[in-house]
């Protein structure tokens, strides 16, 4: 595998309605319980504003600010203008590897990041992994004929399991 990243990443990748950040809930505690820092990229195809237009930060970017960093007691927010709707890779550029173990994407499952597939059956959508060489492992409450890892989408401890086994693969 190419080591675009100082750290893993792994998508959470499927279609609407499968399941994709029900999963990422489940397993971010079981993670952080292993002692794993983890960063979370998701991805929308909607348009959503943060910014109260009522507050300093919004009258800063509606006045030209390219960027503005609001800080505040255990947070920090950072407003940036895109003008594009930006790839996988370039929104991994803002992630801070000193701060994180691995990073989970939820979304761009267009990309050619390592991933695995939330499948639900019931959804009447194809198999992503039929046609994407880059999904490692296939997460569905049913049971499926695949070459490839085949994960319990009821058992969050067993994917957790397989994450961290892939974490601990990819820092070798």
């Not at 049913?142 to 067993?158: A, M, V």
Request: charge should be negative; include cysteine.
């Amino acid at each position: 595998m190419d080591k675009k990243w100082p750290k893993p990443v792994l998508g959470i990748a499927g279609f609407s309605g499968s399941g994709k950040t029900r999963l990422l809930s489940e397993i971010l505690p079981l993670l952080i319980e292993k002692k794993l820092r983890v960063t979370v990229i998701k991805h929308s195809h909607h348009t959503i504003n943060l910014d109260d237009p009522t507050k300093d930060s919004h009258k800063l970017t509606a006045a030209g600010a390219s960027e503005v960093i609001l800080s505040c007691p255990n947070k920090r927010y950072h407003f940036s203008q895109q003008h594009n709707h930006d790839s996988v890779e370039e929104q991994l550029n803002w992630v801070n590897w000193a701060a994180c173990d691995l990073v989970l994407v939820e979304g761009y499952r267009h990309s050619d990041i390592p991933k695995i597939e939330v499948y639900r059956e019931q959804l009447g959508k194809p198999l992503l992994s039929a046609n994407d060489e880059s999904i490692i492992a296939v997460a569905s409450p049913n049971k499926l004929e695949s070459s490839l890892t085949i994960l319990d989408l009821n058992k969050p401890n067993l994917i957790s399991e397989f994450i961290v086994n892939y974490t601990n693969n990819e820092n070798l």
